[in-house]
């Protein structure tokens, strides 16, 4: 067994122990837990599940300056980075309380018994009810947002799931702070032991998916490492949900209009857009196009101008992701087709640095070798001739999680068939701006066909709870067996459909 | 390759020679049309294809007689279940076409640009787009409701998604009658070539599943079938989502109060509950917990008085399922804790005709080897002394399409603690009623864990749509660029999630 060790991803030394990973041993007791705990939860209701969550966002902003120290620490993201994310975090909890007390999410939908042209229908009420313990896989790129605390694990406890965390190697120490704050909240707020449990460990992972207790799992990672999940989880003899976010390449077009009017503006926006969290973004406009001439030119110069003088060095968050970073620029730039735009000096010392790096080529020469994911700061710039070139371009592309499109206002149909072809593969449209920087709201999309996701839901905003519920059926039920939220008098005030027609309640 | 051959089911001989099976070509030419009619389905709109559900709904009433006269043939399920099987599928059709009118479906959801704690939040849209082309695989028990225009296709073309279906080899004129009908409506209503497909043969099937143009996969059959293309699936490069409703061991509670007052009418109930469509349906409750004692013995007794004086013969679809249901039985009976109440005669001839048979053993003897579903008129009674030696047994079982407790109004507490442990494992729960006769509506819920289903969606009822469907997020996309369902003036008057708020808006 090995030692979760914390480094310092600036100098690459080791700044904590934190004692051994855990053994099969321990994965088994913590999913045993989740179990025990999972119809206790599920009592707690609605009401009580809300108030456990704000009482966990409370207790992070209680310890909001200590644990950014940890993450800082351990991530080199930068304090304000991190305090902003922790305000997320903590955005995100709240907001799940909020849909617990409205309670649409439950889908609770009642049939009065009738006669129907196939004779009589019975009385049937169905919502939605907690699918059982998660495993929650924390990401390497964001320490709070999308890890111990974050939207997983929000959106499960929301459901009605307990939790059990795959901590990501890269912030251990953070994770462990955060952990305790979680478990704590939750104590007080009356939720079983085992509702949010804590396994360290590549190892301990690997067994945590294979455990007969876990229902579902949650991962936010990399294409290779969520595929292994996946085979794992699909090996079972009882295969169960896996809802993996992992990552693409994410088209961004710029029309020959913007190009001609914002060059400079788009070549800076751009440039902070690769680099923002050191490239380490899911929805990093990692592929932008760009009109050939003299526009794009001026657009790809103030790029490369931006990206050559960034004052603050680009540190990633572990040794891998450095290496890989290298690696894989290495590769690209040795396409016989590819110029080098920004050339990314190899920084030294021990850390985990790494500098910019973008490549450009013609949409002729776009090939699926070229359109693989990098992590970390580096761009590809196709160039293109005709709106037609564009477009037969666009549709080589894999499902993305975000696709941009930076135009004019009187470029509508060249902004609509970039849309169209970019709406068939992408979960997010946007116009004007860049993807990463995505709100957390009831109308939030992260997730696309593979290899964006594993599954058609988002594991952002308010509907990722649904990926954590099944519905149940109650037929001819009588009124006391039945949950609250499906007897007559709607005491809660929820949302519902009642013979076919939907009422807000509220 | 194989012909394609029609069979009848009452004498086992060939009735019908429809040519060859699909080759690879034909699967790719297929799946190709499939691709190539995707977007123009989904131009269609909500009103388009509710138009196209109600034309394919005429068209099978149009064509009625015939239809049931060649599923009949095909299949031994009698004119009047198979009449009432062509109601429910019109009769879902239709409820589908509703559903598109009414619009909430697409869950659309608006978020107005505002100041939050986590700064300004730009305008985000969402709602619920088409998946792609859906494989469609039909089943061996309902040559209508759960075949080429069951369900599973009319909620996937209800989503707009082209839909291929794997005709059952069970009933392929059935198939191709319907095909034809539905093609005819398609075309009528102005839905591109390629919106309805059609193939036939095993080989086919796997290779349907294998295309990249298949964006899912909706299949009602054996366990053993679904986890073979669920393993063709997660083998693709792009796994994509595998809907698969296989079937479970469905249990039924008696309670004493229950066997005191109705022994007599539940042992009816579940004679007939057990050899409906020949034992054929997967909501079939078999596995019946009664109490042990004289009540239950009289219970019993009715149950073997009823299921040996059947007048009419039952016939399966085919071979296989006769087959395996006389292997299953024999290999069941030699359980040493079992006893035979009712003993499958093997009926000579060369058709698939079979005799109920029902085995009955204590709780305490209640093992996995006697947990697996037998598809066919078998069921398997337990007989419990305590409560507490009920709950146990219970918390043995795996997950189910349906549990139905029969019990008195005044044994509220048993009846509860029932119902607990039911619905931690079941998709439907009953109460004094028997599972098979479900009604397609808002409420319906049909599917559970594995290995009653594949995913936490329901295959039946209104709900199902939401397997063939992704969201997508426009982030401050101008008005003209924007889905209908996404403009502010809302002028289809669809529910709609505004600021967080919903309103009906019908």
Redesign the interface.
């Known amino acids: 067994m090995s030692a979760v060790v914390s480094l310092n991803p600036r100098t690459g030394a080791v700044r904590q122990l934190l004692g051994e990973e855990a053994s099969p041993n321990d994965v088994s007791a913590t999913a045993g837990a989740a179990a025990a705990a999972a ?1 206790e939860l599920q009592r707690l209701g609605r009401t009580g599940r809300a108030s456990m969550l704000r009482l966990m966002a409370e207790g992070l902003e209680a310890d909001a300056a200590g644990i950014v120290e940890v993450a800082d620490a351990e991530t080199a993201l930068g304090a304000p980075r991190l305090r ?1 994310e922790l ?2 975090t903590t ?1 995100q909890l709240r907001l799940f309380a ?1 849909a617990l007390d ?1 309670g ?1 999410y439950v ?1 609770a ?3 009065h018994p009738r006669e ?3 004779g009589p ?2 009385d ?3 919502m939605l ?1 907690p ?1 059982g313990p998660v495993a929650v896989f924390g990401s390497s790129n964001f320490p709070l947002a999308f890890s111990v605390g974050g939207g997983d694990t929000a959106s499960a406890l929301a459901a009605g799931c307990p939790v059990v965390v795959k901590a990501h190697p890269s912030h251990p120490a953070t994770s462990e702070r955060t952990y305790a704050v979680l478990a704590k909240a939750a104590s007080a707020a009356g939720a079983p032991d085992g509702a949010i449990g804590l396994v360290h460990g590549h190892h301990a992972g690997a067994i945590l998916v294979q455990r007969g207790e876990i ?1 579902a799992v949650a991962f936010t990672g990399s294409q290779r490492g969520g595929r292994a999940l ?2 794992l989880v ?1 090996a079972r003899p ?4 896996f809802y993996g976010e992992l990552g693409s390449v994410n088209p961004l077009v710029v029309s020959p209009g913007a190009a001609r009017t914002r060059a400079a503006g788009i070549g800076t926006g751009l440039a902070q857009a690769l680099t923002q969290g050191a490239g380490q973004f899911c929805t990093k406009p990692g592929l932008a196009f760009v009109p050939a001439g003299e526009d794009g030119d001026r657009l790809c110069a103030e790029l490369a101008h931006r990206l050559t003088e960034l004052a603050e060095p680009l540190v990633v968050a572990n040794q891998g992701i450095r290496d890989a970073y290298f690696d894989q620029v290495a590769a690209l730039s040795r396409h016989q087709d590819v110029a080098c735009l920004v050339d990314a000096v190899r920084p030294g010392g021990a850390g985990f640095a790494v500098a910019p790096h973008v490549l450009s080529v013609g949409t002729t020469q776009l090939d699926q070798s070229l359109l693989e994911e990098v992590f970390g700061p580096y761009g590809l710039i196709v160039r293109y001739g005709t709106e037609d070139d564009l477009l037969a371009a666009l549709r080589l592309l ?1 499902p993305a999680l975000a696709g941009a499109v930076h135009s004019e ?1 009187d470029e ?1 149909e060249f ?2 068939a970039a ?1 169209t072809a970019l ?2 593969r ?8 860049y993807p990463p920087g995505m ?7 992260h ?5 964006a996701a ?5 594991s952002v905003g308010v ?1 990722a709870v649904r990926r954590f ?10 009124p ?2 039945l949950p609250e939220e499906l007897r007559e008098d709607n005491v809660a005030g929820i ?1 519902r ?1 009642v013979d ?5 309640g509220y």
């Open positions: 119809p902003g305000g997320r955005y909020d409205e649409s889908e939908t009642i049939e129907t042209a196939l229908q019975p049937l009420r169905r009810v699918l229902t996946l085979d699909n009882d295969p169960i949900p894999e206002a509508v902004t609509r849309f709406a068939e992408a979960g997010r449209i946007l116009w004007n701006s709100a957390v709201t009831w109308a939030t999309q997730g696309a066909g593979w290899p594993t599954a058609p839901h988002t509907t519920l099944r519905p149940v059926c109650w037929q001819d039920v009588p006391e067996l949302p459909r076919g027609k939907l009422s807000v």
